[in-house]
């Protein structure tokens, strides 16, 4: 079965079989390394005059990457650990989205900032976050996030192919979990009712009677929102269908809305710090078009506003468990 890091790598294999223009560039993403999870192995010895590794200069590195895509190429530029994607805020916020609109006519400028994100692994408070909110709302950026229920391969391409720079998340639990299958996720089965590339959503029936609850969650922590609708149906039977976008921003509410409007509780799960989050964006918007027609207040379930511990446990404390998300829709439920 294909684990995620596999399927990501086999994306980027086919991306540069298809494009010659294509570049990647960042710390250590050549052979033998292959990055620091592995995600760029073999890419460099097939294609050793498009696959650089570089200094370790985050802003540096983004900034040769808007130089190829304004001359007619492409890039993808590995940030090592996500949370140094603060380090290039400059050229990503300020150069590269704005490049696309500042010039009196479009500039396509098609970068690809791929930033592995988030805890779980004990790298502490500098190695975990997860910056997605930071991106949120940056005209002519688009922020994704892989998820083990869509392809990367389709993804890469039509990154490339908007012609407008994204910053690509990537949940570092996910690297070593097997994509979706029928069967892995228990009951819970994708498809894909909102057209292709479009958010999967994961039910364990195959009825459309509306769930009691939708949670709305990003591909990392969408398996401890499946962890939790299990264990409320089991005990409860409390049905939840779960939707898992890969594109964050801009986020399109409109196809969900019949779904929405149909449950007594909408919730929206992420691990970034509580506070001007992804998920205050889409529960804005949700309450832009359905207010009047929610049942109850949208349950959001964010990390603490907080540091990210390095020890495990407490960790935990600050990260949203699949237990925080049972007890947030079942205290909804009965508010």
Known sequence: ??????????????????????????????????????????????????????????????????????????????????????????????????SVAMYGRRVEVPVIVRCPTGGGRGYGPTHSQSLQKHFIGVPHLSVYEISPFHDSTALLARLLADGEPAVLFEDKVLYTQPMHEPGTDGPFVADF????????????????????????????????????????????????????????????VEPLLPALAGAEVVCLVEDCAAGG?????????VYDRLWGQLRRPVVLCSAEAEVIPTAAHLEQTVLPQASDIHRAIWEALHA
Not at 36 to 50: E, H, Q
Not at 277 to 285: D, I, L
């Open 277 to 285: 989050t992804w998920g205050t964006e889409v529960a804005a918007r």
């Open 1 to 98: 079965m294909e684990r995620v890091a596999e399927n990501l790598n086999r994306a980027l294999h086919e991306a540069f079989a298809a494009d010659p223009d294509l570049f990647l560039l960042g710390e250590d993403v050549a052979d033998p390394y292959g990055g620091a999870f592995k995600i760029t192995k073999g890419l460099s010895s097939g294609y050793p005059d498009r696959v650089l590794s570089t200094p370790i200069s985050e802003q540096s590195l983004v900034g040769v990457a808007n130089g190829l895509a304004l001359s007619g190429g492409r890039a993808i530029v590995e940030i090592m650990f996500g949370d140094f994607a603060t380090l290039a805020f400059d050229q990503i916020v300020n150069f590269a989205a704005k």
């Open 193 to 252: 009712p909102f057209g292709a590339g479009g958010p999967a959503r994961l039910r364990a029936s195959d009825g459309d009677d509306a769930a009691d609850c939708v949670i709305i969650v990003p591909g990392g922590v969408a398996r401890r929102a499946l962890a939790a609708a299990g264990t409320l149906f089991a005990e409860h039977e409390i049905t939840c269908e779960v939707i898992v976008p890969t594109r964050l921003y801009p986020f399109d």
